[in-house]
């Protein structure tokens, strides 16, 4: 069974900075698909970002283009959300997630095809 642990929340105010970063183990970190998505208090789990196995390829939900970058280092098994110019509306607990995938270099935004998932880390954004 696969583990996954994020880190690096907190509290920030508006406009400022935070990297989060989710470290894998038990499982061959560069055969997955690798995703973050966020759960506001009250509203559903959403996805934020996706990157492919090797990394050539992201996908990011429309709010958070061109501030949040998500990145992977795969002989560190760890994938990386670099989130900058952050809102209120940022606030959710953020969970990183590791989709597996045979061969090709897709990203996925459903978070029912995501295999293994981490604890999360509360991320909350003041105004």
């Known amino acids: 069974q696969g583990q996954l642990v994020e880190s690096g929340g907190g509290l920030v105010q508006a406009g400022g900075s935070l990297r989060l970063s989710c470290a894998a183990s038990?499982?061959?970190?560069?055969?997955?698909?690798m995703g973050w998505f966020r759960q506001a208090q009250g509203k559903e789990r959403e996805f934020v970002a996706a990157?492919?196995?090797?990394?050539?390829?992201?996908s990011y939900r429309d709010s958070v283009k061109g501030r949040f970058i998500i990145s992977r280092d795969n002989t560190k098994n760890t994938v990386y959300l670099q989130m900058s110019s952050l809102k209120p509306e940022d606030t959710a607990v953020y969970y990183c997630?590791?989709?597996?995938?045979?061969?090709?270099?897709?990203?996925?935004?459903?978070?029912?095809?995501?295999?293994?998932w981490g604890q999360g880390t509360q991320v909350t954004v003041s105004s």
């Open positions: 997630a590791a989709d597996f995938q045979i061969f090709g270099a897709r990203v996925e935004a459903r978070s029912g095809m995501y295999d293994y």
């Open positions: 038990d499982f061959t970190f560069n055969n997955y698909v």
């Open positions: 990157i492919s196995r090797n990394g050539n390829n992201v």
